[in-house]
């Protein structure tokens, strides 16, 4: 699997009031020490300077959606960390139409952050719609990822596979990044156009899921453990 292209950026926006967030994000805004007072601010920031392209809901829908290359995703789907957010912020993503944002000051930069971290469901798998029990899944999904994913995502899912520096965007940190169980097999199925993500036809449901399986157990959120120079393709 190529490129589950770095989706975060400064588009990653929620709604503008917040009051539709799902409970599970307000409990994970609160445990981030986030204050309603910071949300506030990371929605109007996130307004301003990002929903003309990714949307005001986050989900990719915008004016400009078909111009962008790639094309914003529906980041509903994916939990970031703030530490990935702030990378991209910093850096921009090389290859795509997300530039450097230094338009802001770092306090509101962290606001942004803070704000696109609570975007996501956390897209758990129900144990009736599981095709295997877990250490299952998780055998399988290590097979299909190191058969079809690690030439480019690497052996730990940290975007530094042998040919990942040959693609632009290059593949992004897993530690940083998980996909919903839905936002995988979509990318899966489908490739990410204007990246080197193809779409994985011949792969069935049950390889699908076990691989997403595999590849959330990467994810470590607050730590996004390879270089930022890994993680854009810039040298920090």
């Known amino acids: 699997?190529?490129?589950?292209?770095?989706?975060?950026?400064?588009?990653?926006?929620?709604?503008a009031t917040g009051s539709s967030r799902p409970p599970e994000a307000q409990n994970r805004r609160a445990a981030s020490g986030?204050?309603?007072?910071?949300?506030?601010?990371?929605?109007?920031?996130?307004?301003?300077?990002?929903?003309?392209?990714?949307?005001?809901?986050?989900d990719g829908n915008s004016p400009v959606r078909a111009t962008l290359h790639p094309r914003p995703l529906d980041l509903t789907q994916f939990e970031v960390a703030e530490s990935y957010v702030m990378q991209v912020l910093?850096?921009?993503?090389?290859?795509?139409?997300?530039?450097?944002?230094?338009?802001?000051?770092?306090?509101?930069?962290?606001?942004?952050?803070?704000?696109?971290?609570?975007?996501?469901?956390?897209?758990t798998l129900a144990e009736k719609d599981q095709y295997a029990p877990p250490d299952a899944l998780t055998e399988a999904?290590?097979?299909?990822?190191?058969?079809?994913?690690?030439?480019?995502?690497?052996m730990t899912g940290n975007g530094d596979g042998p040919d990942a520096r040959k693609h632009r965007p290059r593949p992004p940190s897993f530690a940083g990044l998980r996909p919903s169980f839905q936002?995988?097999?979509q990318v899966i199925q489908n490739g990410v156009a204007g990246t080197a993500m193809p779409s994985?036809?011949?792969?069935?449901?049950?390889?699908?899921?076990?691989?997403?399986?595999?590849?959330r157990s990467f994810y470590n959120e607050g730590t996004v453990r390879r270089s930022t120079t890994a993680a854009t393709g810039v040298q920090p």
């Open 1 to 15: 699997m190529l490129v589950f292209i770095c989706l975060v950026s400064t588009g990653l926006i929620w709604s």
């Open 34 to 58: 986030a204050t309603p007072a910071d949300s506030s601010r990371g929605a109007q920031l996130f307004l301003r300077d990002c929903a003309h392209c990714h949307g005001k809901t986050g």
């Open 90 to 123: 910093h850096n921009g993503i090389p290859g795509s139409d997300m530039p450097a944002w230094h338009a802001s000051p770092e306090k509101d930069l962290r606001s942004e952050a803070a704000y696109t971290a609570h975007l996501a469901h956390p897209g």
């Open 141 to 154: 999904g290590k097979r299909v990822y190191e058969a079809h994913c690690v030439t480019c995502h690497g």
């Open 183 to 185: 936002g995988a097999r």
């Open 200 to 215: 994985w036809p011949l792969l069935t449901p049950q390889e699908i899921q076990a691989v997403t399986y595999y590849i």
